[in-house]
């Protein structure tokens, strides 16, 4: 059984004007099984969350502990949280020219699994898990995200996700900028990651759409860089009918 456990996280980054707090003691736990869904409008502080458990250099935690299975996940490197299992879908995938999408996630598979997968069954892998995502053989042979559509880096994100079974998985903003078709492709691979049942997932969006497709257990309304209300997949349906309003009025 894995669990992500984040308690009374502060995080702030570096300004003009010196240090500015973006989060402010955010506390969630997230296990196996479970997916919960983060929503809240621009800049209350959800990509923060999603880039300060990953490790990004530029948000500094001033307070709190992020755990993995009791492991202080504060205090290991980036590649050491993707091998301890954790996993970030970027809101805005990163183009790396010059390396292919096949290298790319045959290298990923290495450093997280500490030995690098059969050539011949990994091919066969790759190929599948392209093509449950409407992406065709010569997708693997391109640099990665280089030239890719926004449909295309989204279900790029997926495969990885797919091949490299983190134990926790979290999605920012997944569902940016994507189509109706490529949206339920992507939910659809997110589905089938959960559907062992021990994988975790944070899901972190403006919108209901997606969770059209991916079933929340938890959905927490984001405010001002704290977690403002919680609830169940039922609390996805009243922002959608009521908006933030009165969250952000509440917090002036």
């Known amino acids: 059984m894995s669990t992500l456990e984040i308690n009374d996280l502060h995080v702030s980054v570096e300004t003009e004007d010196g240090p500015k707090e973006i989060l402010k003691g ?30 990004h250099p530029k948000y500094t935690v001033t307070g709190g502990t992020v755990t993995l299975d009791g492991e202080d996940v504060l205090a ?23 390396v292919s999408v096949s290298n790319f996630l045959r290298t990923a ?23 449950k995502l409407d992406l065709d053989a010569t997708f693997s042979q391109r640099s990665v995200n280089e030239g890719f559509s926004g449909g295309e880096k ?26 109706i078709d490529a949206l339920k492709t992507v939910s659809d691979g997110v589905n089938r990651f959960t559907a062992s049942g021990d994988k975790g997932v944070l899901l972190i969006t403006h919108y209901t759409r ?19 209300e919680q609830g169940g997949p039922e609390l ?6 009521e908006g933030y309003d009165k969250y952000t009025l509440a917090r002036r």
């Open 26 to 55: 955010v506390t969630l736990t997230i296990k196996d099984g479970e997916t919960h869904a983060i929503m809240g409008p621009n800049g209350s502080g959800k990509s923060t969350l999603a880039y300060s458990v990953a490790g």
């Open 210 to 228: 997606i969770l059209r497709y991916i079933k929340p257990d938890f959905v927490h309304v984001f405010i001002d860089g704290a977690i403002a």
């Open 154 to 179: 989204k279900r790029h994100e997926i495969a990885q996700l797919e091949l490299l079974q983190p134990k926790v998985a979290i999605l920012d903003e997944t569902d940016s900028g994507l189509d």
């Open 236 to 241: 996805a349906d009243q922002l959608e009918a």
């Open 76 to 98: 290991m490197s980036v590649d050491e949280r993707a091998r301890a299992g954790m996993f970030l879908a970027m809101q805005y995938p990163v183009e790396v020219p010059g």
């Open 109 to 131: 598979k290495t450093a997280v699994a500490g030995e690098a997968p059969k050539l011949r069954t990994w091919v066969k892998d790759v190929n599948e898990t392209l093509q």
